[in-house]
């Protein structure tokens, strides 16, 4: 017989808290409310809840029982708000200024195709006179050379360089590489040439971090003694240590085409797959008891727990291997604890432990596709197992495969599609192969550590090792190569997201409750998801748009409106500019098919857009690109007005000439131009007293029709 939901949720604690407590993290994330007045806030609630409650005890004939109850939530959700406000970090206080300061480096150094990579943490620094104690977080990018090349975690170095903010492109709907590093704490970015920095100290750092990356260094040389190369070593290096900076484009989209990139990153499934193998070795400690305690079941939850930080620690204790460990700790030690429905309470706990340390993890990819997917195949897995009745072992053991693929999918579709826009489409076949052959990859990598020093023993492991992550990119790239394997460029929003986990979770009662209701609010669901996406069709139809895009070196103008339209050169197709520009913004409207538009085309006509030349009427609009001083009419009698004129291409015209020949609302500088071009323009427009946007400088112009 199954308990009610409220029976449930007494039991699960933690589910309780973590509920108002995310939703407090989103709510300030997405409306960024003042907090100062949290802290009283929360103090007169406290009070309100101590007296409330104190009457409840003292009358049994009080009537509003249930407040108490509401106050604690709204505690924790203020609580959740106040958390994430005081993480909240901003942009270096002096962006532009020349500094001279000490810093330690946080993250390793990483081999750049110009310069090297490292995250650097301010100590202090010196400027205007005055000297300034910090511990902000810097991106530096290092001058190529043999010092730069060998620093290391803790290392702390002396220099002197001008802190500059991190930049976004502004172009709607596109990741936001300033906002997610402020989000982890990088205030800011800076180049440092060669004579402009020193070596001050070794091993300034923690001494776990420094320990854990020196340890993850020793196990990539173990892999590069036993000759372990190329996309091999490099997907080996992702697979166990969580390092991903040497897999190549290629590589990348087979796995994400497949439906294996969760392979690549180390996270719950590499922790679940030590948990099973550390958990067979040790199950015969569930035999050890005294007078009824069962001591042995405890002493093998410590011991597991225990190696799964080891391995953690090998890996580099990267933040996903960190959160893995954080969650199957509180799952070890709920399972010791011999109760039925501990693992949902011991997930919880362990995602609220670790947005108490952390609040803007909530907004990480892989802390929302980790919890997802692990619920899910702990709820589902079971269901779908049991959908057949498989008496052969091998056909089980697929079967059993796929159950946990299936599952897995359920609980991580919305997200997945939401960041990445894709769908893969044989998912179920690429799991029933890389999910063994990343457990064989694990397991012998382990093997290869503890014998690396015994040259035969190690040589077979090494063998093994190798061959194993062949077979695992050989089936990966041949999944991809299956025609439709993969479903690309599905609009997906955080509407959608919202809906599908509303559905999910109303499905999920049905299986437990088997009630009608359940399957009512289900389709009540699917008529109220497919109406606003209907009426949000409607509205992108109905209202078109103008947008400039900011794509470095390019002229990329956009006009949708029922059509999509990119006018541009060529050259903007022949790498990633699309897809990580302009693409993700069609996704959001929902047009992710478009038409494209040389801009040299001389003749266009379709649908409300009339290119001649470089003269553009749409939507009553009319929009002139410049980018060559041959285009000046200098005969013409009458000057012509012009909704928009797009200076590009650095072109030789200054903005007087331009007023002389058009009557002009707004002149816009795209980002074909170079920065002191732009400054030029604008200083004209100054002072001619013109309206001027500049892509470069202010992100995409983007106009409603």
């Given at each position: 017989m199954y308990l009610s939901f409220t029976q449930i949720l007494k039991q699960l604690p933690f589910i309780r808290l973590i509920l108002p407590f995310i939703l407090g993290i989103i709510f300030q994330i997405r409306f960024s409310i003042e907090t100062n007045y949290y802290p009283y806030l929360i103090i007169l609630l406290l009070i309100i809840f101590i007296l409330l409650n104190k009457a409840n005890h003292s009358s049994s004939a009080f009537k509003n029982r249930f407040l108490p109850g509401v106050i604690i939530n709204v505690l924790i959700f203020l609580t959740g708000a106040l958390l994430l406000s005081v993480n909240t970090k901003n942009n270096f206080e002096y962006i532009g200024e020349e500094i001279i300061a000490e810093a330690i480096i946080t993250e390793p150094a990483t081999e750049k195709s110009n310069s090297y990579k490292a995250v650097i943490t301010l100590k202090n620094y010196y400027l205007n006179n005055r000297y300034y104690s910090s511990d902000e977080d810097i991106i530096v990018y290092l001058e190529k050379s043999e010092p730069a090349k060998a620093l290391e975690y803790g290392d702390k170095i002396l220099f002197k360089s001008i802190i500059n903010e991190v930049r976004t492109s502004g172009n709607p709907n596109e990741f936001n590489y300033q906002e997610f590093l402020l989000r982890k704490g990088i205030v800011g970015q800076t180049y440092i040439k060669a004579k402009n920095w020193q070596l001050k100290a070794k091993d300034e750092g923690l001494f776990i971090f420094s320990f854990a990356f020196k340890a993850r260094n020793t196990l990539a040389g173990i892999y590069k003694k036993f000759h372990i190369s190329g996309q091999e070593l490099a997907v080996l290096q992702a697979l166990t240590l969580g390092d991903k900076s040497e897999l190549d484009t290629e590589t990348r989209q087979s796995y994400v085409s497949s439906g294996a990139m969760h392979i690549l990153a180390v996270s719950g499934l590499h922790v679940g797959i030590l948990y099973f193998l550390f958990n067979f070795f040790l199950k015969i400690l569930d035999k050890l008891k005294y007078r009824n305690i069962n001591y042995g079941s405890w002493l093998k939850a410590v011991i597991i727990i225990s190696l799964l930080w080891a391995f953690a620690l090998l890996s580099g204790l990267s933040p996903s291997v960190r959160r893995a460990a954080v969650m199957f700790t509180f799952v070890i030690l709920g399972q010791a604890m011999k109760r039925r429905i501990d693992i949902y309470n011991s997930l919880a706990a362990s995602a609220f432990v670790l947005l108490i340390i952390d609040p803007y993890q909530i907004t990480s990819v892989g802390f929302q596709l980790s919890y997802c997917a692990v619920l899910s195949i702990i709820f589902f897995q079971p269901k779908i197992a049991d959908l057949f009745v498989i008496k052969n072992k091998i056909l089980y053991y697929i079967w059993s495969l796929t159950a946990v693929s299936i599952a897995a999918q359920i609980g991580t579709f919305p997200f997945s599609l939401y960041y990445f826009n894709i769908f893969p489409n044989l998912f179920f076949i690429t799991n029933i192969f890389v999910i063994p052959l990343a457990t064989g990859i694990i397991y012998a990598a382990v093997f290869l550590l503890i014998f690396s020093a015994i040259p035969f023993v190690s040589n077979v492991f090494a063998y093994i090792l190798k061959y194993l992550v062949i077979a695992l990119n050989s089936s990966v790239e041949l999944v991809e190569r299956i025609p439709f394997s993969h479903t690309e460029n599905i609009p997906f929003s955080s509407f959608d997201i919202v809906f599908a986990y509303s559905l999910i979770i109303s499905i999920s009662f049905y299986l437990i409750y088997k009630n009608a209701r359940s399957l009512q609010l289900s389709l009540a669901i699917v008529a109220v998801w497919i109406s606003i996406n209907s009426i949000f069709k409607i509205y992108v139809n109905s209202n078109p748009e103008l947008i400039v895009y900011n794509?470095?070196?390019?002229?990329?103008?956009?006009?949708?409106?029922?059509?999509?339209?990119?006018?541009?050169?060529?050259?903007?197709?022949?790498?990633?500019?699309?897809?990580?520009?302009?693409?993700?913004?069609?996704?959001?409207?929902?047009?992710?098919?478009?038409?494209?538009?040389?801009?040299?085309?001389?003749?266009?006509?379709?649908?409300?857009?009339?290119?001649?030349?470089?003269?553009?009427?749409?939507?009553?609009?009319?929009?002139?690109?410049?980018?060559?001083?041959?285009?000046?009419?200098?005969?013409?009698?009458?000057?012509?007005?012009?909704?928009?004129?797009?200076?590009?291409?650095?072109?030789?015209?200054?903005?007087?000439?331009?007023?002389?020949?058009?009557?002009?609302?707004?002149?816009?500088?795209?980002?074909?131009?170079?920065?002191?071009?732009?400054?030029?323009?604008?200083?004209?427009?100054?002072?001619?007293?013109?309206?001027?946007?500049?892509?470069?400088?202010?992100?995409?112009?983007?106009?409603?029709?």
């Amino acid at each position: 017989m199954y308990l009610s939901f409220t029976q449930i949720l007494k039991q699960l604690p933690f589910i309780r808290l973590i509920l108002p407590f995310i939703l407090g993290i989103i709510f300030q994330i997405r409306f960024s409310i003042e907090t100062n007045y949290y802290p009283y806030l929360i103090i007169l609630l406290l009070i309100i809840f101590i007296l409330l409650n104190k009457a409840n005890h003292s009358s049994s004939a009080f009537k509003n029982r249930f407040l108490p109850g509401v106050i604690i939530n709204v505690l924790i959700f203020l609580t959740g708000a106040l958390l994430l406000s005081v993480n909240t970090k901003n942009n270096f206080e002096y962006i532009g200024e020349e500094i001279i300061a000490e810093a330690i480096i946080t993250e390793p150094a990483t081999e750049k195709s110009n310069s090297y990579k490292a995250v650097i943490t301010l100590k202090n620094y010196y400027l205007n006179n005055r000297y300034y104690s910090s511990d902000e977080d810097i991106i530096v990018y290092l001058e190529k050379s043999e010092p730069a090349k060998a620093l290391e975690y803790g290392d702390k170095i002396l220099f002197k360089s001008i802190i500059n903010e991190v930049r976004t492109s502004g172009n709607p709907n596109e990741f936001n590489y300033q906002e997610f590093l402020l989000r982890k704490g990088i205030v800011g970015q800076t180049y440092i040439k060669a004579k402009n920095w020193q070596l001050k100290a070794k091993d300034e750092g923690l001494f776990i971090f420094s320990f854990a990356f020196k340890a993850r260094n020793t196990l990539a040389g173990i892999y590069k003694k036993f000759h372990i190369s190329g996309q091999e070593l490099a997907v080996l290096q992702a697979l166990t240590l969580g390092d991903k900076s040497e897999l190549d484009t290629e590589t990348r989209q087979s796995y994400v085409s497949s439906g294996a990139m969760h392979i690549l990153a180390v996270s719950g499934l590499h922790v679940g797959i030590l948990y099973f193998l550390f958990n067979f070795f040790l199950k015969i400690l569930d035999k050890l008891k005294y007078r009824n305690i069962n001591y042995g079941s405890w002493l093998k939850a410590v011991i597991i727990i225990s190696l799964l930080w080891a391995f953690a620690l090998l890996s580099g204790l990267s933040p996903s291997v960190r959160r893995a460990a954080v969650m199957f700790t509180f799952v070890i030690l709920g399972q010791a604890m011999k109760r039925r429905i501990d693992i949902y309470n011991s997930l919880a706990a362990s995602a609220f432990v670790l947005l108490i340390i952390d609040p803007y993890q909530i907004t990480s990819v892989g802390f929302q596709l980790s919890y997802c997917a692990v619920l899910s195949i702990i709820f589902f897995q079971p269901k779908i197992a049991d959908l057949f009745v498989i008496k052969n072992k091998i056909l089980y053991y697929i079967w059993s495969l796929t159950a946990v693929s299936i599952a897995a999918q359920i609980g991580t579709f919305p997200f997945s599609l939401y960041y990445f826009n894709i769908f893969p489409n044989l998912f179920f076949i690429t799991n029933i192969f890389v999910i063994p052959l990343a457990t064989g990859i694990i397991y012998a990598a382990v093997f290869l550590l503890i014998f690396s020093a015994i040259p035969f023993v190690s040589n077979v492991f090494a063998y093994i090792l190798k061959y194993l992550v062949i077979a695992l990119n050989s089936s990966v790239e041949l999944v991809e190569r299956i025609p439709f394997s993969h479903t690309e460029n599905i609009p997906f929003s955080s509407f959608d997201i919202v809906f599908a986990y509303s559905l999910i979770i109303s499905i999920s009662f049905y299986l437990i409750y088997k009630n009608a209701r359940s399957l009512q609010l289900s389709l009540a669901i699917v008529a109220v998801w497919i109406s606003i996406n209907s009426i949000f069709k409607i509205y992108v139809n109905s209202n078109p748009e103008l947008i400039v895009y900011n794509i470095k070196g390019e002229t990329a103008i956009n006009i949708s409106g029922k059509n999509n339209y990119l006018i541009s050169d060529s050259t903007i197709l022949n790498d990633q500019k699309i897809k990580y520009g302009p693409m993700n913004h069609w996704l959001h409207r929902g047009k992710a098919d478009y038409e494209f538009i040389e801009l040299s085309l001389t003749e266009f006509n379709n649908n409300g857009l009339y290119k001649t030349g470089n003269y553009l009427l749409f939507y009553n609009k009319a929009l002139l690109i410049i980018n060559d001083r041959k285009q000046i009419l200098y005969q013409t009698n009458n000057k012509l007005n012009i909704d928009y004129i797009i200076l590009s291409k650095n072109t030789e015209v200054n903005i007087s000439e331009v007023k002389n020949l058009y009557d002009v609302k707004l002149i816009i500088f795209d980002s074909s131009n170079n920065f002191y071009k732009v400054e030029q323009w604008k200083n004209e427009c100054a002072e001619l007293n013109q309206k001027c946007y500049s892509v470069i400088k202010n992100g995409a112009f983007i106009k409603e029709l």
